[in-house]
């Protein structure tokens, strides 16, 4: 079992920066492709950044160039640096490990931006 919780989130107007965190629990963190996704209202979660256990990294067409994951695995954390954030931006973000067959969320973290 794998339990998430992230933290970084609130208000900021566009073209400021953000960074959220994620820490897992379990000693096996390190062996988990992480990522994060987002959830507009009225829209469906969708995957923004994904780091694998080796390190490679990928990102949604729309964040590219402004948001960069990274993972540190002697604090089972991941960690997602949001630059130039506009208001499409705005969602709640989720955290997700995937490993072995299952997937874990965390409990989600609001990201507002607007002046």
């Known amino acids: 079992q794998v339990q998430l919780v992230e933290s970084g989130g609130g208000l900021v107007q566009p073209g400021g920066s953000l960074r959220l965190s994620c820490v897992a629990s379990g000693n096996i963190f390190s062996r988990y492709r992480m990522a994060w996704y987002r959830q507009a209202p009225g829209k469906e979660r969708v995957m923004v950044a994904g780091?694998?256990?080796?390190?490679?990294?990928w990102y949604s067409d729309s964040v590219r160039g402004r948001f960069t994951i990274s993972r540190d695995n002697g604090k089972n954390a991941v960690y997602l640096q949001m630059n130039s954030l506009k208001p499409d931006d705005t969602a709640v973000y989720y955290c997700n490990a995937y490993g072995y067959g299952k997937d874990y969320w965390g409990q989600g973290t609001q990201v507002t931006v607007s002046s």
């Open positions: 780091i694998s256990s080796g390190g490679s990294v």
